[in-house]
């Protein structure tokens, strides 16, 4: 079963904590016997010179001198030292240097030892001085019992603490889940709502909620322009569609009076114009994708531009409309031959539909950029649709008529080629004359 995040941030946090306690617990214990231990020797030590002192100073004030002294008189002077707290320890003996003291299997003594002199035909003796350690064990048992009391106490408070603090910590971030999971809809104008004293914080929560109403609102944004383009899109098929079957039912009623080769030319540019239409749909949806392949290679968009005027000319059936190339001149970059082609050949397509008399291509490269310009001499664009021309399905209506064979694509699929080029289009004023005048820059390497 898998624990909430809660569950796992507060044992986590509980078992670091247990782990130190019992850690600084066990060193603690060890430190503080240790250091009873030690004042226990220090005070054993000093008792010890003190009586040494002590008899020396007896057998001093006896008035006898000589070299060696009975053991028994040794003992004897230490039952005559005074009766002091001093010497109140549970051992005290004279033995012997090659005696230990005495120590008894019920009981667990700390000894010092200091040498008294000569005992007469025994050698050296020395003075034993210890006391039990039972006082100091009882001390660490205490503080042993204090800590097992204490450890289990504070972890079951700082369990409680955490899970309270991490409640509160994560009960925004729970909010944001629900009132997310609550928009099932990216057409829905909800958003994800904060209380007042957690907007007021500016921290990560307030962050993220910041980014997820972004991401609600790029969604929003996304499924209206979806929506959109599909609307628009079936609505652009249904035209050609219905003039096709329109065109064919005439004919299949009127069978005396049909002709069947204009009507074959009609069905057959009908559906020209809809695989035309179709691939452009398609480019434009692999392009949102972000799936349009582009093979980028070194080529010259001078012979690619001189190419489709060309090809312009040729289509035009004595048409009244001169396109003006002797502005064109040398120009390399890296790029799609075939995508930078259909940019291109959007842009002079345009320009002849909409020119009165004249359309003039220039090209030209600096140190780091490529700048094509395509103008003409039409009725122009109009400042305030001078970006929205770049949407799809989008036409003006004093400048554009569906049946002059545009789908309001062509500029669209322009801007997304040369966006991924890393480059830039505008339609700005053409202060020659009253026409519309698109430029193009594009890097002349890509990064």
């Known amino acids: 079963m898998m624990q909430s995040l809660r569950f796992r941030l507060t044992a986590l946090a509980t078992l670091i904590v247990v782990v130190v306690l019992t850690v600084a617990s066990v060193a603690l214990f060890f430190i503080q016997r240790q250091q009873l231990i030690n004042n226990l020797d220090a005070s054993l030590g000093q008792q ?73 035909g025994q050698g050296p003796a020395v003075l034993y001085v210890g006391e039990s350690t039972e006082e100091i064990d009882e001390t660490v048992r205490g503080l042993v019992v204090a800590l097992l009391v204490t450890i289990p106490l504070v972890a079951a408070i700082l369990a409680a603490l955490l899970w309270w603090l991490t409640g509160r910590a994560l009960n925004p971030v729970d909010s944001i889940r629900s009132q997310v999971d609550a928009i099932s809809d990216t057409n829905s104008p909800r958003r994800i709502e904060l209380g007042a004293d957690t907007t007021q914080r500016h921290d990560e929560i307030t962050r993220l909620a910041a980014t997820m109403n972004g991401m609600l609102d790029r969604l929003h944004e996304a499924g209206e322009r979806q929506r959109r383009f599909v609307a628009d899109a079936a609505h652009e098929l249904r035209t050609p569609l219905t003039r096709i079957r329109t065109t064919v039912e005439v004919d299949l009623q009127q069978p005396d009076r049909a002709d069947r080769d204009a009507t074959s030319r009609e069905v057959r540019d009908e559906a020209v114009g809809l695989q035309r239409m179709i691939d452009d749909l398609l480019l434009l949806a692999r392009s949102d994708d972000g799936t349009t392949p582009s093979p980028m290679k070194p080529l010259d968009l001078d012979d690619l531009v001189l190419q489709e005027i060309r090809d312009q000319r040729a289509t035009m059936e004595a048409a009244p409309i001169t396109i003006d190339a002797s502005a064109v001149s040398a120009a390399h970059l890296i790029g799609n031959a075939e995508q930078l082609a259909r940019a291109f050949r959007n842009l002079l397509t345009n320009a002849v539909r909409h020119a009165s008399s004249t359309v003039r291509v220039e090209l030209s490269e600096d140190d780091d950029a490529v700048h094509l310009a395509i103008s003409d001499d039409g009725p122009g664009v109009p400042a305030e649709q001078r970006e929205l021309i770049f949407e799809r399905f989008t036409r003006l209506d004093d400048a554009r008529a569906r049946d002059d064979g545009g789908t309001g694509l062509g500029l669209a699929i322009t801007r997304e080629i040369v966006t991924e080029h890393g480059g830039s289009i505008t339609c700005v004023v053409d202060g020659r004359s009253t026409g519309a005048r698109f430029e193009v820059t594009l890097p002349t390497s890509q990064t």
Not at 110 to 120: A, C, F, T
């Open 48 to 120: 010890a010179d003190l009586m040494v002192a002590s008899l020396l100073e007896a057998e001093d004030d006896g008035g006898e001198e000589h070299e060696a002294v009975e053991l028994d008189d040794l003992i004897a002077t230490v039952d005559r030292l005074p009766d002091d707290e001093l010497f109140e320890y549970r051992r005290i003996e004279i033995r012997p240097q090659n005696q230990t003291p005495f120590n008894d299997a019920d009981e667990d003594l700390r000894w010092v030892s200091r040498p008294l002199g000569q005992v007469e």
